[in-house]
């Protein structure tokens, strides 16, 4: 990881944020930057109101000054980070743990631009783990459909989010049909929300040694 190279990245994306937009600000060590150089802009006069993906983002929003909203029906550009995304722009997230708010915010977004450095860069997703946010309650039989949907699946031990529930890392084979398995995700009961972002992402800000390269969604594509 190159944290030189996730700030130019962060830097590129802000960029795109204009007086008077709503912004969703993600959740990560990447996301962190885009806050800071947001609230650089914000107090220089840029006025402008943000939804936080999770409290820590929400305290870094305040400490630099960018003034917090509740989620409206529409937010106009959200920048977030990633775990792993591809030229096609499908996306893992949540490795921070936040993926249920950052995909309610993505959805409720007209513009989401990903923020990452060139390792996270790959030719196609499914190396990293994909997490799921689960109701306690649910927690065994969520694992046990996730189970035999193929997956390896690990609690995430020490953790809970913010909105009090647990996740479970799950490996999947690399060329399993991602589409098809978010579907049977989300149609689990108990389980609450995934890290698979596959028609979320419209464009991403990819900085490799010092250089940026803008990634746009084809919109066919979607």
Same mark, same amino acid.
Request: with cysteine; charged share 25%.
């Given at each position: 990881?190159?944290?030189?190279?996730?700030?130019?990245?962060?830097?590129?994306?802000?960029?795109?944020?204009?007086?008077?937009?709503?912004?969703?600000?993600?959740?990560?060590?990447?996301?962190?930057?885009?806050?800071?150089?947001?609230?650089?802009?914000?107090?220089?006069?840029?006025?402008?109101?943000?939804? &936080?993906?999770?409290? +820590?983002?929400? +305290?870094?929003?305040?400490?630099?000054?960018?003034?917090?909203?509740?989620?409206?029906?529409? #937010?106009?550009?959200?920048?977030?980070?990633?775990?792993?995304?591809?030229?096609?722009?499908?996306?893992?997230?949540?490795?921070?743990?936040?993926?249920?708010?950052?995909?309610?915010?993505?959805?409720?977004?007209?513009?989401?631009?990903?923020?990452?450095?060139?390792?996270?860069?790959?030719?196609? #997703?499914? +190396?990293?783990? #994909?997490?799921?946010?689960?109701?306690?309650?649910?927690?065994?039989?969520?694992?046990?459909?996730?189970?035999?949907?193929?997956?390896?699946?690990?609690?995430? &031990?020490?953790?809970?989010?913010?909105?009090?529930?647990?996740?479970?890392?799950?490996?999947?084979?690399?060329?399993?049909?991602?589409?098809?398995?978010?579907?049977?995700? &989300?149609?689990?009961?108990?389980?609450?929300?995934?890290?698979?972002?596959?028609?979320?992402?419209?464009?991403?800000?990819?900085?490799?040694?010092?250089?940026?390269?803008?990634?746009?969604?084809?919109?066919?594509?979607?």
């Amino acid at each position: 990881m190159n944290e030189s190279d996730k700030r130019l990245a962060a830097l590129a994306a802000v960029e795109e944020v204009r007086a008077g937009m709503s912004v969703g600000l993600g959740t990560g060590s990447t996301a962190a930057f885009a806050i800071e150089a947001l609230g650089e802009r914000v107090r220089g006069g840029l006025a402008v109101q943000a939804v &936080a993906t999770s409290l +820590a983002t929400e +305290a870094h929003a305040r400490a630099v000054g960018i003034a917090l909203i509740d989620l409206p029906a529409r #937010i106009d550009l959200t920048i977030d980070g990633a775990d792993e995304i591809d030229g096609a722009l499908r996306a893992i997230k949540g490795a921070g743990g936040a993926m249920l708010r950052e995909k309610v915010v993505a959805a409720a977004s007209a513009r989401m631009v990903v923020i990452a450095d060139g390792s996270k860069r790959v030719a196609a #997703i499914g +190396a990293a783990k #994909i997490p799921v946010e689960t109701l306690p309650f649910a927690r065994n039989f969520v694992a046990a459909r996730l189970e035999s949907l193929g997956a390896e699946v690990a609690l995430r &031990a020490n953790f809970i989010t913010n909105q009090g529930n647990s996740v479970l890392d799950c490996r999947f084979a690399p060329d399993i049909d991602h589409r098809r398995l978010a579907a049977e995700i &989300a149609a689990i009961p108990g389980a609450l929300g995934h890290g698979l972002f596959l028609t979320e992402v419209s464009a991403a800000y990819i900085a490799t040694n010092g250089v940026v390269t803008r990634l746009e969604r084809d919109e066919r594509t979607r």
